[in-house]
């Protein structure tokens, strides 16, 4: 599948923009949402913000590991005008929250969280099982977490060490995933409880190559990430003894984040690794069928986070003093 009779062109439109001061955020932006369609609450660091449409921008969760505190938030949804939910990797939890307060939480010794989902008026979680490796999804019910499937391997020897990295869930329960390992285009789409449904692909796409002038600066980065998510100290001293004996990449790897689903449009975006320095290239599937439509740019540093009721929220840093958060909508001609 994904493979078009017809490619056709497309362009985004803007539908909302609002440019954040960073200088209450002490590292990048990691996820947003929209809550009341203007309140904006965005991760940066493991910490939660909220910024007003007045521009206001302030902290909005204890830090710490008491209850209701939150140390390494890693994903955030909406679940209705006034209430969010949240993963919070370091502390093994998931909370659900107004702006002002939490008002429940659970937490696991079994499961590391990594992701919020709503789907057919359930929260889902995406959650890595302590003691392996396997990718579950699971429905936070009540004051419990009960597994709804473990998704099956990409295969490929160096896959299972990502694993899923980044997956979407729609509305119907169906999951789209990707795996930063990939070195080919493959996005899969699996039914409700976890079986493959298709491979989403396109021909002649290749890794994005890095310009040697901004190779050494590049792989750094992509080093310190690396370590920064490590769950332990043990894991991040590990991580950084292999990193040390490791030649540095001449490629990106092939998907920047993973898929985005905006599913009032009927589309699904697949954000490509750019050439260092480049626009963002997004190719845009048809939601349901994953027919390839068209391929389109965003600017440099583009982040696609999620959908939305008025098309896909994006982030990118405008410079050193500033984060700007946009949402698209693609049109396509």
């Not at 062109?9 to 539908?15: I, L, N």
């Not at 990048?28 to 521009?55: E, K, P, R, Y």
């Not at 889902?124 to 473990?150: E, F, H, K």
């Not at 750019?274 to 740019?297: C, H, K, Q």
Request: glycine share 8%; with cysteine; hydrophobic share 40%.
């Amino acid at each position: 599948s994904g493979r078009p009779t017809e490619t056709r062109g497309a362009e985004f439109e803007v539908v909302f923009r609002r440019t954040v001061s960073s200088n209450v955020v002490d590292d990048a932006v990691n996820d947003a949402i929209l809550v009341s369609d203007s309140a904006l609450v965005f991760v940066a660091g493991g910490q939660l913000f909220l910024n007003t449409s007045l521009g206001h921008t302030t902290e909005i969760a204890r830090r710490g590991m008491g209850p209701c505190e939150i140390r390494g938030v890693v994903s955030l949804v909406s679940m209705s005008d006034s209430t969010f939910a949240l993963a919070d990797v370091t502390n093994h939890r998931v909370q659900v929250r107004s702006f002002t307060a939490c008002k429940a939480e659970i937490s696991s010794d079994k499961y590391r969280f990594q992701g919020v989902y709503v789907s057919n008026d359930s929260l889902l979680v995406r959650a890595t099982a302590m003691a392996y490796s396997s990718v579950v999804l699971a429905r936070v019910d009540g004051g419990r977490i009960q597994p709804v499937t473990t998704l099956a391997s990409t295969g490929g020897g160096t896959a299972d060490v990502c694993g899923y990295c980044w997956l979407e869930v729609l509305h119907d329960g169906t999951v789209y995933g990707t795996t930063l390992a990939d070195t080919v285009y493959r996005i899969l789409h699996h039914r409700r409880d976890g079986t493959l449904l298709r491979t989403v692909s396109r021909d002649g796409v290749t890794l994005a190559r890095i310009l040697e002038s901004d190779r050494d600066s590049i792989n750094d980065m992509l080093r310190r990430e690396m370590v920064r998510v490590a769950r332990d100290a043990e894991s991040r001293r590990a991580m950084e003894i292999v990193l040390r004996t490791q030649p540095h990449r001449e490629f990106h790897p092939l998907f920047f984040r993973g898929p985005v689903a905006d599913q009032q449009q009927g589309h699904l975006l697949v954000s490509r690794s750019p050439e260092s320095g480049n626009p963002l290239p997004v190719d845009i599937f048809e939601l349901g069928s994953d027919r390839f439509i068209a391929e389109a740019t965003l600017p440099p540093g583009t982040r696609l986070l999620k959908g939305t009721r008025q098309g896909v929220l994006a982030v990118r840093a405008v410079d050193d003093t500033a984060f700007e958060f946009t949402i698209y909508r693609a049109r396509v001609k």
